[in-house]
């Protein structure tokens, strides 16, 4: 960024319609920042030629207000000594769904949740559940939760042909689920992309953004496509049959089935 100032493209995700059966693209959705303030466009190219070819200054953009974004800090909850390091990655919210719904249009309140359940998690730390180190703080809002940095995602580490230990796998996500349920924490949205690898192929839960105690109502976040839930509270069965279905992919299928 040459400047605070100058924009850029935070996120960028493509959009389809259907068309005489087939889906033919419609346009780019892509959320743009500058100087700390976030809008949203649709532009109708694709992403490879969004950097090249777009005037981004010429777009008919829609502001995102801070306040949706991130929420603002509450006593109680640690806040990161320091900036980040190489070895610690921070999450901030996605916003490139903004707008899609009616739970899209207030992220701050996710992270505020999250930001809560990992407070917990902190204070009891196992070593199948994502380190946690507390949040970054400016203007007095949450900006960021920061975590351990792992290699990879289950799922990227699934497309690698290279053996895998999935008996060890699965035993430790169940120890990482069985933790979170002793502190009355209900995951409820297991699946590859929210399992971290690390250097050695041992596993941690992590993205508790969908994470709610025991017995509550689901929350408006959407659980991953294909991986959704039947239940509408927040029960241990929603972890289990998720594990369930990590179990077929990691132990009981080929690598040519789990890579496909």
């Known amino acids: 960024m040459a400047s605070d100032q100058s924009l850029r493209i935070y996120e960028s995700s493509e959009a389809f319609v259907e068309k005489d059966g087939d ?9 743009i920042e500058q100087g700390g303030q976030y809008f949203s466009a649709s532009i109708p190219k694709r992403r490879p030629q969004l950097a090249a070819t777009t005037d981004l200054d010429r777009l008919c953009k829609t502001v995102i207000p801070p306040e949706d974004i991130w929420p603002l ?3 109680g909850i640690s806040i990161l000594t320091g900036s980040p390091t190489a070895e610690q990655f ?15 249009l207030h992220p701050g309140r996710e992270l ?3 930001a809560k359940v990992c407070e917990i998690l ?3 730390p196992h070593p199948n559940v994502a380190a ?18 792992y290699a990879m995602t289950l799922s990227q580490r699934l497309r690698i042909p290279k053996p895998l230990d999935g008996t060890r796998c699965i035993r430790d996500i169940e120890e990482g689920l069985r933790h979170l349920h002793s502190l009355g924490l209900i995951h409820n949205d297991l699946n590859p992309s929210n399992i971290m690898v690390d250097d050695n192929d ?10 709610e105690h025991e017995g509550m109502e689901l929350g408006p976040k959407t659980c991953t496509p294909g991986w959704e839930l039947t239940s509408k509270l927040a029960v241990p ?5 998720n594990l369930s279905r990590l179990r077929n992919l990691v132990v009981d299928c080929p690598l040519s089935v789990v890579c496909s």
């Open 23 to 31: 889906w033919v693209f419609h346009s780019t959705k892509v959320i």
């Open 73 to 75: 800090y509450e006593p």
């Open 90 to 104: 921070c999450k901030r919210p996605s916003l490139i769904h903004y707008g899609d719904t009616e739970a899209s």
């Open 112 to 114: 505020l949740k999250e």
């Open 122 to 124: 902190k204070q009891q």
């Open 132 to 149: 946690y180190f507390g949040c970054i703080v400016e203007g007095g809002r949450i900006k960021g939760l920061v975590f351990q940095k």
């Open 202 to 211: 041992g596993v941690v839960i992590t993205d508790f953004d969908s994470c």
């Open 237 to 241: 069965d929603n972890d289990y049959s």
